[in-house]
């Protein structure tokens, strides 16, 4: 019987072994999108939601992509509700000057994990969470745009703006850290 | 004459391969020329490769417990109006909590004891031979101990961590209540041991079992109301004790 199944059916371990399964990729999306602090609530969330709502999944995708969708969007509402200006903030980033001065050739050299992770949190909400959702997860933009609500052309300019800022906390950090 | 004003917002399509020929072509033929723009490309895709390379984060035990916790109290109960928080209760309040959980935990114990459902009969084997059947009568309740006691020890670590959070009547009477089930497995277990055919025996020591999954889970989400503030909530999850044994 699929997992999905035996989870609707009560099977004592199949919940279990659902949140074993997904919650690792669950938790860092939640991390990256909300902050560690946040991310252990929301996870549960997402899990106690999951276990009201699975009755309503019907196989059209992958569990686990039921399971990602869901914690998008509790994520993305959780933003929302700590008061981010969520609109204007994605707007605003189109025509929001950013990023280095002009500089000659490369200024960051090869990107460690724990520095780009670090440096993911000084992203504003918005284009940190473009820039997890295509880059990290490998999202398409018409994807991204669905689950945020999002025009594509914003996407793109969304994840052009994130990786403009971290390239310069990245060149921040490595000039702090010679 | 393309310039960087005009190239620089679509690098980031460059390096994700998402422009048509025609772009890319003019688009790499300006980047060949201006170190800016190159140097933009390379950064962007050393970021993009290692943003790939970020993989899952391994959640800490706790949150798997107090998802289980909360899933056990789902159990419908009548409403209860919201009460605003108050980070610590009076200790009249707690020693209240206690003697309830005195009464109704040992008393849902005994009474689940008296009024357990029929033993369901061991399966049969495939060759319909005894043998078979006590094997795999055998791995079944193995198998269900395994996933008790796995339960068991990380929550006890949970509850030993934070034991420090509940008020010390309620603490004394909640481990008073796991002793009383911790005998209850012990004299389960001998019974289990002498008989290993025994259906009742093996239903009191897993019944037993989760019954202490279901104290132990009921003192996470407590410590979780208390940690929270959240006194109504609490009073709340003690209420719901008797309740969650099946």
């Given at each position: 019987m699929a997992l999905a199944d035996r989870c609707r059916a009560g099977a004592p371990e199949a919940f279990d072994e659902l949140y074993r399964t997904h919650a690792p990729r669950l938790f860092g999306l939640a991390c990256r999108l909300v902050g560690r602090p946040d991310a252990e609530d929301l996870l549960q969330e997402v899990f106690l939601a999951a276990h009201r709502k699975?009755?309503?999944?019907?196989?059209?995708?992958?569990l686990g992509t039921w399971l990602f969708r869901l914690a998008t969007n509790l994520c993305v509402d959780h933003l929302r509700s700590r008061g981010t200006k969520w609109a204007r903030l994605t707007d605003a980033l189109i025509d929001d000057p950013v990023g280095?001065?002009?500089?000659?050739?490369?200024?960051?050299g090869a990107v460690d994990r724990l520095d780009l992770e670090r440096a993911l949190?000084?992203?504003?909400?918005g284009c940190r969470t473009v820039f997890v959702l295509h880059d990290?997860?490998?999202?398409e933009h018409h994807e991204i745009g669905q689950l945020l609500g999002i025009a594509d052309g914003t996407s793109k300019s969304q994840l052009h703006k994130a990786r403009l800022r971290l390239r310069e906390a990245l060149a921040t950090g490595r000039r702090a850290c010679p | 004459m393309t310039t960087c004003e005009d190239i620089r917002p679509r690098l980031s399509d460059l390096v994700d391969g998402t422009l048509d020929a025609l772009d890319r072509d003019a688009i790499e033929a300006h980047v060949r020329t201006c170190d800016q723009c190159a140097g933009l490309v390379r950064d962007f895709d050393r970021i993009r490769r290692a943003a790939q390379s970020l993989g899952p984060i391994d959640p800490p035990p706790h949150v798997w417990l107090e998802i289980a916790g909360q899933l056990h109290q789902a159990t419908p109960r009548a409403p209860v109006a919201p009460a605003p928080r108050t980070p610590v209760a009076p200790a009249w309040q707690w020693a209240g909590l206690a003697a309830a959980l005195v009464v109704i935990t040992s008393g849902a114990y005994v009474f689940l004891r008296l009024e357990r459902p029929a033993p369901v009969r061991p399966p049969a084997a495939a060759d319909g031979s005894a043998t078979g059947s006590v094997q795999v009568f055998a791995d079944e309740l193995t198998a269900a101990m395994t996933h008790y006691e796995k339960a068991i020890a990380e929550l006890e670590v949970i509850t030993k961590t934070n034991n420090?959070?509940?008020d010390p009547t309620l603490a004394a009477t909640l481990q008073q209540n796991l002793l009383v089930i911790d005998d209850a497995i012990a004299q389960s277990r001998t019974a289990f041991t002498h008989d290993p055919t025994s259906v009742p025996a093996r239903d009191s020591l897993l019944e037993a079992l989760q019954r202490k999954v279901s104290v132990l889970q009921e003192t996470v989400a407590l410590m979780n109301e208390i940690r929270k503030g959240d006194q109504a909530g609490a009073a709340q999850v003690a209420a719901g004790f008797p309740k969650k044994s099946s």
């Open positions: 699975l009755e309503q999944y019907r196989g059209d995708s992958a280095l001065a002009p500089t000659t050739g490369s200024v960051i949190t000084t992203l504003p909400d990290v997860e490998g999202f | 420090g959070s509940l």
